[in-house]
């Protein structure tokens, strides 16, 4: 069974990201659906195995029943997998003997990616907390009531699945795969806490399905995470990797407790209760450092999703692309403008803010530190530029660049978009492969932090659930004959941005005639 699962693991989470791209749902969601009827069955098929064995013992006494029900079961689904096929799966183009040699070469691979580093490390580490964690929270129940009955046990270990499967389905909801590493602190808080109440001897099930619940809260995001980041190419090693470092660590940490139990440094399940609780608290307390924008923006999105009710749109959402350069180009006109599109693009964004709010307390800290903002001199006329020279930077180390080309927020009624500035072009003139993105969003003009009626926060008030609306066109390379003059390469983003509105179902803008005459005919290459 062992040898089984083993080669059906890692299959199972190759292909997922291919589920995802076929069916349109978030990986995250999926991954979602995945562990929690994965946890779902496990207790499903305990309590059936539990229910049959007195009962289909005397029909058939020639078989264990839990062998004839497995078997019906396992058959079942064979013929169910099967009939799966995912068009988007990549595959490499050897014998599959030739990649099992490659294992850890493809091992070698993962683990040279930073993101896929600490993904895998943080999936092993909290896997293996939690699985130690419940059979020392057994033990520990054990000692406290040894007269504990077998049912009692059964169902202890049922409301860990119980939990591991609530936890994922909560875990789905953020789709978003950065701000889903927000939950790995947060569960290893409520980790901390089931610990805790097995410690003050409270009941079993209590303490087991919050661990479960915590366990599933942070598995889906570390998961999602990691099957996004290790190349495409090496999803099938990878995912073995990943199965191999969550076995050895739990291997060594199972081993660490029997060592240091026998030994006498650990006697007893309370010693080893508390050692778990400190080995969990250092995994937060790390967690929250290097998730910290996630942790952030996570809450910043929370605080604000009683004001908004975002929907978006388009063939930019899934034709995103996930590693390299990008530039997203938008219409401008309140202040939470950056923090509505970076809820909806997959990937961390670096906005440019000006230096009237960038030089702020706590707020410079948090742009230079966590959010890695791009400061923009606030200054009528400057003869340099050097925000500019840092957008090509960051687009040189491959991040998500925003950029509101109209360089302030709107102000008229009657003007929809003003007039982009050059300093989009200027970066585009450095970087011109790099691929655009262009948006549009409706609803900022009217909302709290808009100047409608008056500047920000001004004669309106708090926003309730006001509908915003961001179409995302898709990404595209623009041509060099729209690259060789800036008044054209200007109007070209201003039309892009204004046919985004089309996908939110609006009709597209139009541009004043003397702009629209600064476009070439023809086109852009496409992307």
């Given at each position: 069974m062992a040898v089984g699962s083993a080669?059906?693991?890692?299959?199972?989470?190759?292909?997922?990201p291919a589920v995802a791209k076929d069916t349109g749902w978030s990986l995250a969601r999926v991954n979602s659906l995945i562990e929690m009827g994965g946890a779902a069955a496990t207790a499903g098929g305990a309590m059936l195995g539990f229910a049959l064995?007195?009962?289909?013992?005397?029909?058939?006494?020639?078989?264990?029943?839990?062998?004839?029900?497995?078997?019906?079961?396992?058959?079942?689904?064979?013929?169910?997998?099967?009939?799966?096929?995912?068009?988007?799966?990549?595959?490499?183009?050897?014998?599959?003997l030739d990649s099992v040699r490659d294992f850890f070469i493809d091992g070698r691979r993962v683990l040279a990616d930073p993101e896929a580093r600490y993904g895998l490390l943080g999936l092993a580490y909290f896997l293996a907390l939690t699985i130690v964690g419940v059979g020392v929270m057994a033990q520990?129940?054990?000692?406290?009531?040894?007269?504990?009955?077998?049912?009692?046990?059964?169902?202890?270990?049922?409301?860990?699945?119980?939990?591991?499967?609530?936890?994922?389905?909560?875990?789905g909801f953020q789709k978003h795969l950065y701000r889903g590493l927000a939950l790995v602190p947060a569960a290893a808080l409520g980790m901390l806490v089931a610990l805790a109440w097995a410690l003050g001897r409270g009941t079993l099930e209590g303490p087991c399905i919050l661990l479960g619940l915590m366990g599933g809260l942070l598995n889906v995001p570390l998961r999602t995470f990691y099957q996004a980041r290790v190349p495409a190419d090496a999803r099938g090693n990878a995912m073995a990797f990943m199965n191999f470092s969550i076995y050895q660590t739990t291997l060594l940490l199972g081993s660490l407790l029997i060592f240091l139990t026998e030994s006498g440094l650990l006697p007893g399940p309370t010693a080893q209760t508390i050692f778990l609780m400190v080995l969990t608290a250092v995994g937060m307390v790390a967690a929250i450092v290097l998730a910290l924008r996630s942790v952030l923006e996570q809450g910043l999105e929370i605080l604000t999703w009683p004001m908004y009710r975002l929907r978006a749109a388009g063939p930019g959402l899934a034709e995103f692309p996930m590693r390299g350069a990008v530039l997203v180009v938008s219409n401008h006109a309140a202040w939470f403008d950056p923090i509505w599109l970076g809820t909806v693009v997959p990937r961390f964004v670096t906005p440019m803010m000006t230096s009237v709010y960038y030089d702020k307390p706590v707020i410079?800290?948090?742009?230079?530190?966590?959010?890695?903002?791009?400061?923009?001199?606030?200054?009528?006329?400057?003869?340099?530029?050097?925000?500019?020279?840092?957008?090509?930077?960051?687009?040189?180390?491959?991040?998500?660049?925003l950029v509101f080309p109209e360089g302030a927020l709107r102000r008229k009624e009657e003007q929809s978009v003003r007039y982009f500035g050059q300093g989009v072009w200027r970066i585009l003139k450095e970087r011109p492969e790099t691929p655009v993105i262009a948006c549009w969003i409706e609803g900022n003009w009217?909302?709290?932090?808009?100047?409608?009626?008056?500047?920000?926060?001004?004669?309106?008030?708090?926003?309730?659930?006001?509908?915003?609306?961001?179409?995302?066109?898709?990404?595209?390379?623009?041509?060099?004959g729209v690259l060789a003059d800036q008044r054209a390469t200007r109007a070209y983003l201003m039309r892009a941005c204004l046919e985004a509105r089309t996908f939110l179902g609006l009709p597209a803008g139009e541009l004043p005639a003397q702009i629209e005459e600064g476009i070439p005919k023809e086109g852009d290459s496409g992307a």
């Open positions: 080669v059906y693991s890692p299959t199972r989470y190759a292909l997922l064995f007195g009962q289909v013992w005397s029909v058939l006494p020639q078989w264990p029943p839990a062998i004839v029900t497995s078997a019906a079961l396992n058959l079942f689904a064979m013929l169910l997998a099967v009939s799966a096929w995912f068009p988007s799966d990549l595959r490499r183009p050897e014998r599959p520990f129940a054990l000692d406290a009531n040894s007269s504990i009955s077998q049912d009692h046990r059964l169902l202890s270990l049922l409301c860990v699945f119980v939990g591991v499967a609530a936890g994922s389905w909560l875990a410079r800290w948090l742009m230079v530190h966590v959010a890695h903002t791009i400061r923009v001199p606030q200054a009528a006329f400057r003869r340099e530029a050097p925000e500019l020279k840092d957008a090509v930077a960051a687009l040189d180390a491959g991040r998500v660049l009217g909302s709290f932090t808009s100047y409608f009626n008056g500047p920000p926060t001004v004669n309106k008030r708090l926003d309730w659930r006001r509908p915003i609306g961001l179409g995302m066109a898709s990404p595209r390379l623009l041509d060099a």
